[in-house]
């Protein structure tokens, strides 16, 4: 295309959002423009699987350009924030609010924001994505109408069924009709998933065997009966779309080795294909262009070449993208920052006349519990994808509008999220350590005996999750901080963030319906609450302390709604302020519910692609 030309659409960011929307405009003979901060993904896949394993730190990032071990947001081109910085440097000093460690600046009292997302690489965050499918139900959709807190979205889940059809083909989703139906969801007469469903691991059918029956705890639920179900997901249980199999390698995230995982690339690569899809990487998109009328003029971008950290040249180049209509996609952080900064730039809001962008900031806060299998029942860890199965049937009820609700994730990897397992209690018997509080004898073995004391633990080994729900609150945000910037001179996000007390009763409730599933299946229980001193995600409710986790799920900061007034774009994804404007992705969603947010937000995406299409 020539130098100066017009796109049809010019999308920024090439992640689950972007990459879809190009395959569904590309195939529909639009000429669609990607610009991505990150570098090329490469056809193989063997450097990011090296990178991976000789990463003793095995975060979502771990695999990934830029260095993750190496925090340096001041000198790093595109840089994000990573678990490392949550993490106390030298005993004194915490990572997680150190400008010089953490891409994420706060403000003073806020809580650290415990999830990352990824910037280094076309597909972004949807390369370490766990492939959970769930969709979302009806009592999600209407949190405040129904139960008094949080957002409500303009649409229901009957809009939204049809698009959820899709999305589960696209990305090709494991999972059965009928078990499904179990927990509560609706399909239509004749739906089928594209593929049967993942088998559970052998520690997940003791799991059901034992815990399979009435509620963990005394309330009242939708579906009033414990069930352990199989988990919809975007993995190969055979052949589909040319990819393989599932292998069950229990490194789902951070990466497939076998891609029998989707992630973004897929729909990348497949929009590439039509011929109409343009792709720029490495290209940084720092602010948006209003023309004389208030429609969106193009989107300005830096570009640069270096990806090491830290980075020695900065911007190389520069560009401006011009378009007939622009979608930013490029995640609910980056989204809110560019159009905060090209308000900056500018001096005239930009898709925030009801000053809401960067508000409603979510994510699940996940509360983890783990234990020990009793000896005539070891879980097997680490053997098919990092969970399969879940609790499903406690999600919905009456009792939300007292506390948050939460599904429960049965994970496959043992003990490797909440300790650091295998690595962490296999070192705690060579030198006498009890970092794992799997050896609080402090013994020391050796030989045969080292072997025969890992192989009791570590078979026995297992972890569940909470994934709690919270709700929007407009004190969560997103904002520009004003003295810290990138190598680019990009201003970084400054953060407000904290939990309400909805999502902290949660986790109280969340902590019961632990202790009685461990006392289903006999199990010890070794889940610690450490204090703020050692780890900064923690928080106090009714006198008691706990700790939580990132899920990696960020939602809000540019919400959906009925009104200019109350939302930044409309259930379509439109601005409300700039009729050429579209903001795509999980940033849109006014509630988070308790499932997995990739396939809502994908649904929602589908809905926005033909609505370009049309009025293109």
Known sequence: MAKGEKYDVVIVGSGFAGANLALIL???????????????????REDYMENFYLNTFKSPNSPYSPDSNALDPCHTNAPRPTIQALVEADGRVPDWNNPAKSYFTYTEGSLPFASTYERGVAGGTGNHWMGTCLRMGDEDLKLRRDFGHGLDWPIDYDYLEPFYGLAEHQIGVSADVEEQKIVGTRFPADYRYPMRGIPLSNWEKIAKARVDGPPLTNERYAIDRTVVTATPAGRNSEPYQERRVCH???NCTPVCPIQAKYDPTVSLDQALATGNVEIRYKSVVDYIILDSSGRIGGVHYQTYEDISVPATPGQTGEGRAMGTIYVLAAHAVENAKILL????ISGRPIANSSDQVGRNLMDHPVYLAWGLLPPDAPAYGYRGPISTSGIETLRHGPFRRDRAAWRIELGNAAWNWPVGDPYVTGLDYIYG??????????????NKDYVRVLNDILTRQFRIGFLVEQDAEARNRVRLSTREVDNLGIPRPLITYDLSDYTRAGFEKAREAAREFMARIGAEDFT????AAENPTTFDYNGQSYNYSGAGHLCGTHVMGTTARNSVVMHSQQSWDHDNLYIAGCGSMPSIGTENPTLTMMAVNWATARDIIRRL
């Open 341 to 344: 900064h090209s308000a900056r």
């Open 248 to 250: 069950g390698n229990t």
């Open 528 to 531: 610690r609450t450490v204090s």
């Open 433 to 446: 350590t009890d970092n794992g509080a799997a050896n609080p004898r402090r013994a020391v073995h050796g």
């Open 26 to 44: 590309g195939r529909e003979g639009k000429r669609v423009l990607i610009i991505e901060s990150g570098d090329n993904f490469p056809s193989n």
